[in-house]
């Protein structure tokens, strides 16, 4: 957003509209109603051309929903009760119905699988300039640490914590839009905030705005050692040279003492409930092992130096035109840390690794703050590249006393790291992470051109290659922000609709004429917009449905609940999200969410659109690799449907004025 914006001191204050933002209100249940049933319509029309069925029945499938949701919410009907008991709960919240009793715990914490690829995002940065381009495409021998690793880790940590400073201060400008100003309380939630693993749900471990704390905690080989990066009296960054000395001397700290014995780290990458049960053991064993969790819960982040460049075994570009570093092995060790699990702490809500060629990366706990707020702290921290006349301060300082972390262990404990690495393989082993820079045109191809909403026009590219790859549509999930309102996080769009399956019907039939295809192209963009409109300012549906079934008690349920179209219609196969341009980024990325689905993730540059696509080696149906050759099809075929779309509307007009 803004933060890159020099500041002045008659700019708003950071946190300046906190107080004005409006509560995230309760649709009301008839609106909620409606717009379900009429998501439903593609689903009905898709089943309807399979088994060869009219509008007549399409008509009476919908109808018999009318006929539910009218019970649902009649007069004492059980959506009324429901209703009010979900404006009970906004009565008793102080900022948000949704994130103050539901979102975090729901959604997140009481999910209990591991957090690599499932939970959690990542974000590949892009080179950083500064360091000598045959340094960047080199492969350090394995083992050491580099100059180039160390400079570009300080400059990434120096600015950082910058950043963190500047909220503190709030000199920040407010995020906004031309809807209103946004709610900053997520950037609040970035640093020093870790999850803390518990059955039967997860917590959050975190101090009160601003964090107090005034370290990082650097791994090394699995070591682990406290950095300060704050200084104490004035609460400024500590300057570069001091942060690259101390940084140097935790690298030859841990290159004397050789790699740890046994990676703690990994354990945090199990699945929540073993994580819960060996750090219980491990908190019990010493008081040693408390202070040093405690110090990594409470620090500010993680940043992992890796004494690798990691490869992949056969190098793919990523460009259907052009060479691209090798950026399987960067979502790899983003994502997994190169399939380990190891010199990770997994549960903090920002996490950075550099490579020994410099390569950097950053992954983060999904549940405390949404990707897109640690994005911009990220794109902020890309902004300024390192040094490179900059003396090397290797050997400018020693680890000083206490800043070694120590751990107890015992054999329970290295036979839960032994499960946790496991786990963690497995996982890598099973996800199909991949990039596609599409560069045959961009954002500004799109509207330029093409006359249509670059967002929109990306989610219709995604339902072309769905479509393509599996010749059925799908339930899609994008996010919608909510930060309209006092600590709003998302709601739902849902991009499968009425007019983006007709759309679809007419690119994948060849007698339909490119004016009709263009035609439907913007029926279904504008019908995408409208639907983000309502998502982003309240009046989304499956945030509000959420809230209603979790208010159900023991016994209540209702016809429209067990509809077996209720469940299917958000089964988010599709699993789709769009974050900046992303010029400073090299990708994006999560995991799918169905085992038979599709993670996505998606940077709209003017020049260059980066989708991040992810799914399971272990399902038969779905292939990463040929969805996004079907997505660069898709891609071209669309332009050819506004080229020749436009050019035929064109020809029509110029005889109509004759």
Same mark, same amino acid.
């Given at each position: 957003?803004?933060?890159?914006?020099?500041?002045? $001191?008659?700019?708003?204050?950071?946190?300046?509209?906190?107080?004005?933002?409006?509560?995230?209100?309760?649709?009301?249940?008839?609106?909620?109603?409606?717009?379900?049933?009429?998501?439903?319509?593609?689903?009905?029309?898709?089943?309807?051309?399979?088994?060869?069925?009219?509008?007549?029945?399409?008509?009476? /499938?919908?109808?018999?929903?009318?006929?539910?949701?009218?019970?649902?919410?009649?007069?004492?009907?059980?959506?009324?009760?429901?209703?009010? =008991?979900?404006?009970?709960?906004?009565?008793?919240?102080?900022?948000?119905?949704?994130?103050?009793?539901?979102?975090?715990?729901?959604?997140?914490?009481?999910?209990?699988?591991?957090?690599?690829?499932?939970?959690?995002?990542?974000?590949?940065?892009?080179?950083?300039?500064?360091?000598?381009?045959?340094?960047?495409?080199?492969?350090?021998?394995?083992?050491?640490?580099?100059?180039?690793?160390?400079?570009?880790?300080?400059? #990434?940590?120096?600015?950082?914590?910058?950043?963190?400073?500047?909220?503190?201060?709030?000199?920040?400008?407010?995020?906004?839009?031309?809807?209103?100003?946004?709610?900053?309380?997520?950037?609040?939630?970035?640093?020093?905030?870790?999850?803390?693993?518990?059955?039967?749900?997860?917590?959050?471990?975190?101090?009160?705005?601003?964090?107090?704390?005034?370290?990082?905690?650097?791994?090394?080989?699995?070591?682990?050692?406290?950095?300060?990066?704050?200084?104490?009296?004035?609460?400024?960054? #500590?300057?570069?040279?001091?942060?690259?000395?101390?940084?140097?001397?935790?690298?030859?700290?841990?290159?004397?003492?050789?790699?740890? $014995?046994?990676?703690?780290?990994?354990?945090?990458?199990?699945?929540?409930?073993?994580?819960?049960?060996?750090?219980?053991?491990?908190?019990?064993?010493?008081? @040693?092992?408390?202070?040093?969790?405690?110090?990594?819960?409470?620090?500010?982040?993680?940043?992992?130096?890796?004494?690798?460049?990691?490869?992949?075994?056969?190098?793919?570009?990523?460009?259907?035109?052009?060479?691209?570093?090798?950026?399987?092995?960067?979502?790899?060790?983003?994502?997994?840390?190169?399939?380990?699990?190891?010199?990770?702490?997994?549960?903090?809500?920002?996490? @950075?690794?550099?490579?020994?060629?410099?390569?950097?990366?950053?992954?983060?706990?999904?549940?405390?703050?949404?990707?897109?707020?640690?994005?911009?702290?990220?794109?902020?921290?890309?902004?300024?590249? @390192?040094?490179?006349?900059?003396?090397?301060?290797?050997?400018?300082?020693?680890?000083?006393?206490?800043?070694?972390?120590?751990?107890?262990?015992?054999?329970?404990?290295?036979?839960?790291?032994?499960?946790?690495?496991?786990?963690?393989?497995? *996982?890598?082993?099973?996800?199909?992470?991949?990039?596609?820079?599409?560069?045959?045109?961009?954002?500004?191809?799109?509207?330029?051109?093409?006359?249509?909403?670059?967002?929109?026009?990306?989610?219709?590219?995604?339902?072309?290659?769905?479509?393509?790859?599996?010749?059925?549509?799908?339930?899609?999930?994008?996010?919608?922000?909510?930060?309209?309102? #006092?600590?709003?996080?998302?709601?739902?769009?849902?991009?499968?609709?009425?007019?983006?399956?007709?759309?679809?019907?007419?690119?994948?039939?060849?007698?339909?004429?490119?004016?009709?295809?263009?035609?439907?192209?913007?029926?279904?963009?504008?019908?995408?917009?409208?639907?983000?409109?309502?998502?982003?300012?309240?009046?989304?549906?499956?945030?509000?449905?959420?809230?209603? =079934?979790?208010?159900?008690? /023991?016994?209540?349920?209702?016809?429209?609940?067990?509809?077996?179209?209720?469940?299917?219609? /958000?089964?988010?196969?599709?699993?789709?999200?769009?974050?900046?341009?992303?010029? =400073?980024?090299?990708?994006?990325?999560?995991?799918?969410?169905?085992?038979?689905?599709?993670? @996505?993730?998606?940077?709209?540059?003017? /020049?260059? *659109?980066?989708?991040?696509?992810?799914?399971?080696?272990?399902?038969?149906?779905?292939?990463?690799?040929?969805?996004?050759?079907?997505?660069?099809?898709?891609? =071209?075929?669309?332009?050819?449907?506004?080229?020749?779309?436009?050019?035929?509307?064109?020809?029509?007009?110029?005889?109509?004025?004759?």
């Amino acid at each position: 957003m803004f933060a890159l914006t020099p500041y002045r $001191q008659s700019q708003p204050r950071t946190f300046a509209a906190q107080k004005q933002l409006p509560r995230l209100p309760i649709q009301q249940l008839g609106a909620s109603l409606d717009k379900y049933i009429k998501s439903l319509r593609p689903f009905f029309l898709e089943q309807a051309a399979k088994e060869g069925r009219d509008d007549k029945w399409v008509e009476g /499938q919908l109808e018999q929903r009318r006929e539910w949701a009218r019970d649902f919410e009649k007069e004492g009907g059980l959506g009324r009760v429901l209703q009010e =008991r979900l404006k009970d709960v906004d009565r008793i919240t102080p900022c948000n119905w949704l994130d103050d009793h539901f979102w975090i715990k729901v959604a997140y914490h009481s999910w209990r699988v591991p957090l690599p690829v499932n939970s959690n995002w990542w974000l590949m940065c892009r080179d950083d300039e500064g360091i000598p381009a045959d340094v960047r495409a080199g492969v350090p021998p394995k083992g050491e640490f580099t100059e180039w690793q160390i400079k570009r880790a300080a400059k #990434l940590t120096q600015r950082l914590i910058d950043f963190k400073v500047r909220i503190d201060r709030e000199e920040i400008l407010p995020d906004s839009s031309r809807a209103g100003p946004f709610d900053m309380h997520q950037y609040t939630r970035v640093f020093g905030v870790t999850r803390l693993p518990q059955i039967p749900t997860d917590t959050l471990v975190h101090s009160p705005h601003p964090h107090p704390s005034t370290n990082i905690i650097v791994m090394a080989l699995d070591h682990f050692y406290t950095l300060p990066v704050v200084d104490a009296v004035s609460g400024d960054v #500590l300057p570069i040279e001091n942060i690259e000395a101390g940084l140097w001397a935790i690298a030859d700290d841990a290159l004397a003492r050789g790699a740890a $014995q046994d990676s703690i780290g990994a354990l945090s990458a199990d699945d929540r409930d073993s994580w819960t049960r060996a750090r219980e053991h491990l908190l019990a064993l010493s008081p @040693v092992n408390r202070a040093s969790a405690t110090a990594i819960e409470d620090s500010l982040f993680v940043l992992s130096l890796d004494a690798y460049t990691l490869q992949s075994a056969e190098y793919v570009s990523s460009s259907p035109s052009r060479e691209t570093p090798d950026l399987d092995a960067h979502i790899r060790n983003a994502s997994t840390a190169g399939g380990s699990g190891k010199n990770r702490w997994w549960d903090k809500a920002v996490g @950075v690794h550099v490579e020994s060629n410099g390569r950097a990366s950053m992954v983060g706990e999904h549940s405390p703050c949404d990707a897109l707020i640690p994005s911009i702290v990220c794109d902020y921290a890309l902004a300024e590249n @390192v040094d490179a006349a900059s003396v090397s301060r290797r050997g400018a300082s020693k680890v000083p006393e206490g800043s070694r972390l120590e751990w107890v262990v015992d054999d329970k404990t290295r036979e839960a790291i032994g499960k946790a690495v496991k786990t963690v393989e497995e *996982i890598a082993a099973d996800s199909d992470g991949k990039m596609l820079w599409y560069d045959e045109y961009g954002a500004g191809w799109i509207k330029k051109v093409g006359k249509q909403s670059p967002d929109a026009y990306l989610q219709m590219a995604l339902q072309l290659a769905y479509h393509k790859t599996h010749n059925e549509p799908t339930a899609t999930y994008e996010t919608a922000s909510t930060r309209l309102f #006092l600590h709003g996080r998302t709601d739902v769009i849902r991009t499968f609709s009425e007019d983006s399956w007709r759309w679809v019907q007419a690119m994948r039939d060849e007698k339909v004429d490119a004016k009709t295809r263009y035609e439907l192209l913007s029926n279904a963009t504008k019908a995408h917009n409208l639907y983000t409109k309502e998502a982003s300012t309240g009046r989304g549906i499956d945030r509000h449905f959420l809230g209603l =079934r979790l208010l159900l008690r /023991q016994g209540e349920t209702h016809p429209l609940f067990e509809d077996p179209l209720f469940t299917k219609s /958000q089964e988010w196969v599709l699993s789709t999200s769009g974050l900046s341009a992303g010029d =400073r980024f090299f990708g994006t990325g999560f995991g799918a969410v169905f085992p038979n689905g599709y993670g @996505v993730n998606y940077l709209a540059g003017d /020049q260059v *659109i980066k989708f991040g696509i992810e799914s399971k080696v272990s399902c038969p149906e779905t292939s990463t690799a040929v969805f996004r050759q079907n997505l660069v099809e898709a891609m =071209r075929e669309m332009r050819k449907a506004c080229e020749d779309g436009l050019a035929a509307a064109s020809v029509e007009e110029a005889k109509a004025k004759l």
